[in-house]
């Protein structure tokens, strides 16, 4: 996971020294939008790879468990969602 992070962090900053020099942004804004959206939808699916886990374990061991496990899974995928609203509203 951080490999990837670290390699996508170099490929980036590259872009953005460029966009800079050039007194114009490095990628256009539907493409940062589209990476904005991304990386909320990889750290929510990041999130969620612990939390559907617990939730699981706990509803295993009672079954009363099941709404807020459910409440406490789908948690992260508003993150994805709030994300895709700013995007409509800032483009």
């Known amino acids: 996971m951080y490999e990837m ?3 996508f962090v ?6 953005a020294q ?3 020099a050039a007194a114009e942004p490095a990628i256009p804004a539907s493409a940062a939008a589209a990476l904005a959206v991304g990386l909320a939808a990889l750290g929510a699916g990041y999130a ?4 559907g886990s617990a939730a699981i374990g706990a509803i295993a061991e009672d079954e009363s468990l099941f709404g807020t496990g459910l409440i406490m899974t789908v948690l992260p995928e ?3 969602i709030l994300a895709l609203v700013v995007v409509f509203i800032v483009g």
Not at 10 to 15: D, F, I, K, R, T
Not at 48 to 51: M, N, P, V, Y
Request: charged share 15%.
């Open 5 to 7: 992070l670290f390699a």
């Open 10 to 15: 170099n490929a980036v900053v590259p872009l």
């Open 18 to 20: 460029e966009g800079a």
């Open 48 to 51: 969620e790879r612990g939390i």
């Open 78 to 80: 508003t993150l994805v």
